[in-house]
Structure formats: structure tokens, C-alpha cells
């Protein structure tokens, strides 16, 4: 039905379609982490959905179709332990994949993390709004003296 409701708008508004394919919002997490199970290598998380993640890597060992073992980060605290991840895309600087059939406990973590950094941007959002209408206020009480 969503689908049917965003091409109608398409068609109303004149506006195409975008083409992004990804299932679920991304949030981007500072110091997140994915360590490769049974290997010394650690790299940076470019962003995180529920369903996905994408690494910053330039290694040339990652191709679509490999199936990896991860264990997520924030600094040094362990945030999800040895979840399986498919390569489906490989970019220029980054690595995306996606989750395998991950366990009840894992993919209830993977909504906590997102919906934590979804509701924590959120809130700066709601405050740089909050200070810009202020600063507005106070331009208008200046003009008005």
C-alpha cells in the first residue's frame, strides 16, 4: 500500500521516484566498531540499520556474496557479539553488508542501538530548532527597541 501511495504522489508531484534500495534508516554511531571474528582487524562502521551495515574498508579481500563474522564496538564496550553478515555490495572506501539470519537477541539489539541514535538525533534536532526560534525572538525584540 506504501508503495502504491509514493508512486501516486510521484505522478502528482512530477517528482521521480528515488532509487534508494535500502530496508531500513541508517543512523551513523560515533566509535562504533566491527572487530572480524578470528582475525587481528578492526574497522570503522560507516553506518547501521537493523537490517544492514556498512564498514569503511579498502580491503580488496571483501567481495559480494562472502559471508564474514563481526562483533560490534563502541570504543571498548561489546555491543553485539559474532552476528553474521553477507558482502553485497562492494564501494569505493566502503563495504556493505548485509545481517544473516540473525538471532532474536541480536536483531532486538540492532533496533535498540538504531532507535538509541535515532531518538538521540532527534533530540539535537529539537534543540538546534529550539535555539534557532529563540535566536529569532530575540532578533525581533532587538528590531522592535
Do not use: W
Not at 532509487?19 to 566491527?34: F, G
Not at 556498512?54 to 563502541?74: C, D, H, Q, Y
Amino acid at each position: 500500500m506504501a508503495g502504491f501511495l509514493k508512486k501516486i504522489l510521484s505522478v502528482t508531484s512530477g517528482k521521480k521516484e528515488a532509487k534508494d534500495k535500502r530496508a531500513a534508516y541508517r543512523v551513523i554511531i560515533p566509535n562504533l566498531r566491527a572487530k572480524l571474528c578470528g582475525r587481528p582487524i578492526s574497522v570503522s562502521v560507516k553506518d547501521l540499520s537493523a537490517t544492514g551495515i556498512a564498514l569503511n574498508t579498502n580491503a580488496k579481500e571483501f567481495a559480494p556474496g562472502n559471508i564474514i563474522m563481526v562483533s560490534l564496538f563502541r570504543g571498548t564496550k561489546l555491543l553485539l557479539a559474532d552476528i553474521k553478515l553477507k558482502v553485497v555490495r562492494v564501494g569505493k572506501g566502503f563495504v556493505g553488508c548485509l545481517f544473516v539470519n540473525p538471532s532474536t537477541q541480536q536483531a532486538d539489539m540492532l533496533h535498540s542501538i538504531t532507535l538509541e541514535e535515532q531518538k538521540r538525533e532527534a533530540d539535537i534536532k529539537k534543540t538546534r530548532k529550539e535555539l534557532e526560534r529563540k535566536a529569532e525572538m530575540d532578533k525581533k525584540k532587538m528590531e522592535l527597541r
